[in-house]
């Protein structure tokens, strides 16, 4: 195959290039000449010390390495592909006590912990509470006067109200949890002045807030899902500070992703306005997981390697960092018929919007999809004559597809 023709020194997880677009032509470049490819990184670019890594774009290899956690690993640099230059190796090996940077066994003890609320019945229990929620917000936005932001007044709060319902956290403090989860994973994004420090410090903060709610359903336990996982009578619980990091997962996994791929939703609704009259019309079920491709809210996510191993025809070395790409396998025309149509009738979509299976597939995507689901038929009943305002406004983030800014009206 020929070598793809790449500019000099293309680094994927720069941030610079997420706060633009998706490099989605330089991904199906690589798909097409060279799927598994060296990434070069100068000095200490991404905190971990090191030349490079791998970026795997096609959808067959992102599977394979999601679904061999003993070769590609999680936790020997975590699950985040790029850190900051600062960032010092404690913080980072820090992570570790996070689900999402655990590898099998203890990863699999904590999960079927966690999962305790996140089964069916749980799911379905919230349902009802969540559709009045979601109408109650699109109401809210609908009755405003002129344009307004659908990122803070629609996208951002169902997954909060959500979460809050979840794992009892009052509705009041749902403004803690969006303030400390942007803060967290603004740190790429001058326009927040957000230091390694003050993501630090956020990050402290929830697992504090986490830890105060496990002490004190252990004192006096509660129907919620928080006694369910710290306090109940059978062995198997969480910790107070497993509980803490739990929190801080949701508080990115269950939160950031959901909020962003509702909002590019909307934006692709609206920039295909054929789609968003056959929802009004039809309400497909097969909606929200198009919408979860179409947005992939997580660029990647990396691995490494824990031995010697060969992928897409490449060697990659013991302790080399693989940058599994769900934005690329997601596009991979292999997989998926006319990959760059917005097409919410898709059915099979066997995306990796939930992550590429394996250990680390997404616990909580039954509820996002709820979620999803929910708020863009109430935007359809309250609204359905939205419109654009002006294009949106992108994140600076090296693996997070996030839009700050969308303004639309309703009017």
């Given at each position: 195959?020929?070598?793809?023709?790449?500019p000099?020194g293309f680094?994927?997880t720069d941030p610079?290039v997420?706060h633009?677009r998706?490099?989605?032509?330089?991904?199906?470049?690589?798909r097409?000449?060279?799927?598994?490819?060296?990434i070069?990184?100068?000095?200490?670019?991404?905190?971990?010390?090191?030349?490079?890594?791998w970026?795997?774009t096609r959808h067959a290899?992102?599977?394979?390495?999601?679904?061999h956690?003993?070769i590609?690993?999680s936790?020997?640099?975590t699950?985040?592909?790029?850190?900051?230059?600062?960032?010092e190796?404690?913080?980072?090996?820090a992570q570790?006590?996070?689900?999402l940077?655990?590898?099998?066994p203890e990863h699999t003890?904590?999960r079927?912990?966690?999962?305790r609320?996140?089964t069916?019945r749980s799911?379905?229990?919230l349902?009802?509470?969540?559709r009045?929620?979601?109408?109650?917000i699109?109401?809210a936005?609908?009755?405003?006067e002129?344009?307004f932001d659908?990122?803070?007044?629609?996208?951002c709060?169902l997954?909060?109200q959500?979460?809050a319902e979840?794992i009892?956290?009052p509705q009041?403090?749902?403004?803690?949890?969006?303030d400390?989860?942007n803060?967290?994973?603004?740190y790429d994004?001058?326009?927040?002045?957000v230091t390694?420090?003050v993501?630090a410090q956020s990050?402290?903060?929830?697992?504090?807030?986490?830890m105060?709610m496990?002490?004190a359903?252990?004192?006096?336990p509660?129907?919620?899902i928080v006694t369910?996982?710290?306090?109940?009578e059978?062995?198997?619980?969480l910790?107070?500070?497993?509980f803490?990091f739990?929190v801080?997962?949701?508080?990115?996994a269950g939160?950031e992703?959901?909020r962003?791929?509702?909002?590019h939703g909307?934006?692709?609704f609206?920039?295909h306005?054929?789609q968003?009259?056959?929802?009004?019309?039809?309400?497909?079920?097969?909606?929200a997981e198009?919408?979860?491709?179409?947005a992939?809210?997580v660029?990647a996510f990396q691995?490494?390697?824990?031995?010697d191993?060969?992928l897409?025809?490449?060697v990659?070395r013991?302790?080399e960092r693989?940058?599994?790409?769900?934005a690329s396998?997601?596009?991979d025309p292999e997989v998926?018929?006319?990959?760059?149509d917005?097409d919410?009738?898709?059915?099979?979509?066997?995306?990796?919007?939930?992550?590429?299976?394996g250990?680390?597939?997404?616990?909580?995507?039954?509820?996002?999809v709820l979620?999803?689901?929910?708020i863009?038929n109430?935007v359809?009943?309250?609204m359905?004559?939205?419109?654009?305002?002006g294009a949106?406004r992108r994140l600076r983030?090296?693996?997070?597809?996030?839009?700050?800014e969308?303004r639309?009206?309703?009017?």
């Open positions: 195959m020929p070598c793809p023709a790449l000099d680094d994927f610079d997420l633009h998706v490099p989605l032509p330089e991904f199906a470049e690589l097409r000449a060279e799927p598994v490819r060296w070069p990184q100068s000095g200490n670019v991404a905190g971990f010390q090191d030349e490079g890594y970026a795997v290899d992102v599977k394979h390495v999601s679904t956690p003993e590609f690993s936790t020997l640099n699950a985040i592909i790029r850190f900051n230059e600062h960032i190796r404690e913080r980072i090996d570790r006590l996070i689900l940077n655990m590898d099998p003890r904590v079927q912990i966690v999962q609320g996140f069916p799911i379905r229990a349902e009802g509470r969540l009045e929620r979601a109408r109650m699109v109401e936005a609908s009755a405003r002129g344009d659908f990122v803070t007044e629609v996208a709060e997954p909060l959500a979460i979840l009892g956290v009041d403090d749902r403004a803690k949890i969006f400390w989860s803060r967290m994973i603004a994004d001058p326009e927040y002045a390694e420090e993501g990050a402290a903060e929830i697992i504090a807030y986490a105060n496990a002490a359903r252990k004192q006096c509660a129907k919620d369910t996982l710290v306090a109940a059978d062995e198997g619980n910790a107070s500070d497993e803490g739990f801080l997962m949701l508080a990115v939160n992703t959901t962003n791929a509702i909002t909307m934006h692709a609206l920039s306005p054929d968003w009259e056959l929802f009004k019309r039809e309400r497909p079920h097969t909606a198009e919408i979860v491709r179409w992939t809210p660029v691995r490494t390697a824990t031995q191993t060969e897409g025809g490449k990659i013991k302790g693989v940058g599994i790409f769900y396998a997601n596009r998926f018929q006319r990959p760059d917005f919410i009738t898709r059915d099979p979509n066997p995306h990796f919007g939930f992550g590429g299976g250990p680390h597939f997404c616990l909580g995507k039954s509820l996002a979620e999803i689901d929910l863009f109430a359809a009943d309250a359905p004559g939205l419109r654009l305002v949106p983030s090296a693996w997070i597809n996030g839009v700050k969308l639309v009206s309703a009017v």
